[in-house]
Nanobody, 123 residues
Framework: QVQLVESGGGLVQPGGSLKLSCAVFGFTLRYYAVGWYRQAPGREREWVACISRLDGTTSYADSVKDRFTISRDNAKDTLYLQMNGLKPDDPAVYYC????????????????WGKGTLVTVSS
């Protein structure tokens, strides 16, 4: 059974850092593309970052490029999102997701989702 479980969210001050984790179960992480997505109140869910299958090529939304880093630990089947320089636009529920394929797609095309972890940015 495919399962994704996020953790690591919390409250951080503007400019601060936070590292999210996503443990996956029921499949081997490195064989599939997996992405991070987020949804802020009143806004649509949006893609944040993706790590490709096998070679682990990474890609980012323009809004987080150079601030966020996606990575994975193949031995632990765990995905990470290191978030630095957090801004007032970043608070949201952050999700990891996969469609068990080779690409990260638009949110409505991803098949498997975690329940999310809440990130709050406030002074």
């Amino acid at each position: 059974q495919v399962q994704l479980v996020e953790s690591g969210g919390g409250l951080v001050q503007p400019g601060g850092s936070l590292k999210l984790s996503c443990a996956v179960f029921g499949f081997t992480l490195r064989y599939y593309a997996v992405g991070w997505y987020r949804q802020a109140p009143g806004r649509e869910r949006e893609w944040v970052a993706c790590i490709s299958r096998l070679d682990g090529t990474t890609s980012y939304a323009d809004s987080v490029k150079d601030r966020f880093t996606i990575s994975r630990d193949n031995a632990k089947d765990t995905l990470y999102l290191q978030m630095n320089g957090l801004k007032p636009d970043d608070p949201a529920v952050y999700y990891c997701a996969t469609d068990m394929g080779s690409k990260c797609r638009e949110p409505d095309r991803m098949d498997y989702w975690g329940k999310g972890t809440l990130v709050t940015v406030s002074s």
